[in-house]
């Protein structure tokens, strides 16, 4: 099997140079950056909402013990089955041991990063059940047998034209290109699918202890008919989406909706706090709550990083990220991608497998600047790099990391340098961008700049 | 005031005339300046690569000199960010911690340096052109600098300054990404280009010469009229 760093590398040098591709990008997150600073301006205050907000998932995270026993306590108390799953192996036997039980042949599933994390989809169909996207992204990508291009937008490569094209070639439906009839077509598949589904699978936004209920947010209403309709209610939530109080969601619903689409408040926020009581005349007759650990523990146990445990999965960093923006969510080939995937990737999947996600960065610091728990996203980057280096340098690296220190330290031997620096400077003209050229990963798309006739220290002395 | 100037490797030996732009400068601001011999990087490459310890040898005796300063003025917002926030991190938990934590303080980026400790705007400089400023990401995010290099730049005479879309984003330069990932630092770097050529400006200025080797580099492949400045340079002309 190839590398991850090297299949990361190729696909980026494909993508990077894919205009059409930079083009759709750069011009669907201008769009999102102008509805979100629109929104922003409707809190009081945007800085202390973030301050505010990252104490909270502080609270969360540093008593996440307490608070997880408090949140499972609740959902039992009403007749919820909780479930704890370590890997996500144990989390697919869980919910396929579900499924089985109750002789289901139809799952209809609503958006849940955690169900990709744990490639259920997948599990679900091996394991010969019908299994259908409900949310109109997810649904796009499910039929395009690709993953979630990102975390809140997981169709937002494709373009009006592409989307028709695929419902034309999948469902035999009629090229056009109104969103809305869009819709529609995927409506009309989907509709049939609430109906006949035995099994209803949504992930959550966030798990309130206070109550024991879980938060979802969503535009298109499909999560509600996912909850609703099947007889049984499957919830799949990471241990970090604890929110200590029901009243915190006063917060970080429009704090969501702001950072992750621009919007004031997502199109619907409902709260399920188990299967249906006596008396009530609907939702599902069996409601299970399967949390998932897959080494969020060992992140939690880093004092350095646990922060990234306050992550709400708004796609904000994503957004901001020239990294993301340039290759793509596919390119990193993780559930998480941009700058949340680079800092946890290498915590839940391998350091020195992923590591390379926290060298593809300029450390611009975009990420950590708008991110609304105030995660030190880029810093973390520059952890994982010191964490791999010193678990596994790189014997090249460390030579010339040592060599440069020896010369930089010594006045004369880096005057030396310089000198020669400029005598070579004639020859390497020569071989500018060729095989041979020492410097060719800057030279082949980049001029270097031409070496002064003196050094600033050379005037400096000579003046 | 006493002034120990700390001019970066890259600068030193491919941009001199921004280090004797700034000298020029504030020798003219009456202030005394001075600039050790003996201290050359600030070990910025190989901290960001993940190797702290071939940084700190480097390091170690950038610390050592400063340490002595009265205030530092340093000719890039990234190898100050790298003086004022990372060496304090770097140096946790070592002997030099205390010596790291002392320096901070007394560190400044030039052009914060000029407004923000001797609030001076106006330097009497002229340069009749039509420039774009390119906020390099350590000098912004890490040090929060982004209206002093404006202020100075609105007191040049002739000079008119329009804002690119996207004068925050990244120049995709980021050290030794540059070239681990070149194909995502160069795309990176012609969206830069592209949003800078949409203002008609003839000059993009920054306040880090290492984003405009960056810039400049995919600028003279590309044929493209327009030029790269460092602010000290044009705020030097008179
Ligand atoms: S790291 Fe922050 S900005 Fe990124 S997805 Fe998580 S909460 Fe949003």
């Known amino acids: 099997m190839k590398a991850f760093v090297e299949e990361f590398k190729e696909q980026a040098r494909v993508i990077t140079r894919d205009l059409r591709h930079r083009g759709l990008i750069q011009t669907a997150l201008r769009k999102y950056e102008v509805a979100r600073d629109r929104r922003k301006g409707a809190f009081g205050n945007w800085q202390m909402a973030r301050q505010a907000a990252a104490e909270i998932k502080y609270e969360a995270i540093n008593h996440l013990d307490t608070y997880l026993a408090e949140f499972a306590d609740k959902l039992m108390d009403r007749g919820t089955q909780v479930h704890w799953a370590t890997t996500p192996a144990q989390a697919r036997e869980i919910i396929l041991g579900i499924i089985k039980s109750k002789n289901a042949k139809s799952i209809i599933k609503s958006k849940a990063m955690t169900a ?18 409900s949310d109109l992204g997810e649904f796009i990508v499910q039929l395009r047998r690709e993953p979630p291009y990102h975390i809140v937008f997981p169709a937002m490569h494709l373009t009006r034209d592409d989307i028709s094209a695929l419902f034309e070639k999948e469902l035999g ?15 009309r598949a989907l509709r049939k699918k609430y109906i006949t589904a035995d099994v209803g699978i949504t992930g959550a936004n966030f798990a309130i202890a206070e109550t024991g209920m879980i938060s979802i947010t969503e535009n298109e209403g499909n999560a509600r008919l996912t909850a609703a309709l099947p007889k049984t209610m499957i919830t799949l939530v990471g241990i970090e989406k604890v929110l200590p109080k029901l009243e915190d ?56 990083q646990r922060d990234a445990l306050h992550c709400i999965r708004c796609g904000a960093c994503l957004n901001v990220c020239p990294i993301f923006k340039n290759v793509g969510g596919h390119t990193y080939g993780t559930t998480y991608s941009g700058p949340i995937g680079s800092v946890i990737t290498p915590h839940l999947r391998g350091l020195q497998d992923w590591k390379h996600l926290s060298n593809a960065s300029s450390l611009c610091g975009a990420c950590t600047e708008t991110c609304p728990v105030k995660i030190d996203l ?48 004639p020859l390497h003209k020569m071989v500018k961008g060729s095989k041979l050229d020492p410097a060719r990963s800057w030279t082949s798309t980049r001029d270097l700049p031409s070496m002064p006739s003196q050094s600033f220290k050379e005037w400096w002395r000579n003046r | 005031m006493r002034i120990t100037l700390f001019i970066p490797c890259f600068v030193d030996s491919l941009y001199p005339n921004v280090g004797m732009s700034m000298v020029k400068i504030l020798e003219k601001l009456g202030h005394q300046v001075e600039c050790p011999e003996e201290i050359a990087c600030c070990g910025q490459p190989a901290f960001n690569s993940g190797y702290w310890e071939e940084s700190r040898a480097v390091a170690e005796p950038v610390l050592a000199r400063l340490r002595q300063s009265e205030v530092v003025v340093i000719a890039s917002g990234s190898c100050g960010a790298m003086l004022k926030v990372f060496y304090p991190q770097m140096f946790a938990k070592t002997e030099w911690a205390e010596a790291a934590n002392e320096l901070s303080p007394k560190v400044w980026e030039f052009s914060d340096f000029l407004v923000s400790k001797l609030g001076v705007t106006d330097l009497g400089a002229k340069f ?38 996207d004068a925050e984003t990244c120049c995709g330069f980021g050290g030794t990404f540059a070239a681990k990932f070149p194909m995502i630092s160069t795309a990176m770097g012609e969206v ?40 000290a340079e044009i705020l030097a002309n008179s």
């Open chain 1, 116 to 133: 990709e994390e744990i490639h259920l989809n997948d599990a679900m169909e091996k394991a010969g059940y019908e299994v259908v996207e």
């Open chain 1, 173 to 187: 439906s009629a090229p056009t290109r109104e969103p809305e009839e869009l819709t529609m077509i995927a409506r």
């Open chain 1, 249 to 304: 969601l006063a917060l970080f619903l429009p704090m969501l909706a702001t950072a992750g689409a621009g919007q004031t408040l997502t199109g619907y926020n409902t709260m399920y706090g188990g299967p249906r009581q006596k008396g009530e005349i609907d939702g599902p007759e069996e409601f299970h709550v399967v949390l998932l650990d897959n080494r969020r523990t060992e992140l939690l146990a880093d004092p350095e």
């Open chain 1, 378 to 425: 880029h810093h973390h980057l520059l952890q994982n790099r010191r964490n791999a280096s010193e678990q596994e340098p790189s014997a090249l690296e460390r030579f010339a990391y040592k060599g440069f220190a020896f010369l930089i330290n010594r006045p004369g031997l880096y005057q030396f340098a310089k000198e020669m620096g400029r005598l070579l400077e």
């Open chain 2, 128 to 165: 009749p052109a039509k420039v774009t400023f390119h906020d390099g990401c350590h000098g912004l995010r890490e040090l929060g600098i982004k209206k002093a290099p404006r202020m100075l730049l609105e007191k040049v005479s002739g000079l008119e300054l329009v804002e690119m879309p």
């Open chain 2, 192 to 231: 830069k280009c592209s949003n800078a050529q949409t203002t008609g400006a003839d000059y993009i200025v920054s306040n880090d010469s290492s984003c405009l080797m960056h810039v400049q580099g995919l600028l003279s492949r590309q044929q493209s009229p327009i030029k790269t400045i460092h602010l």
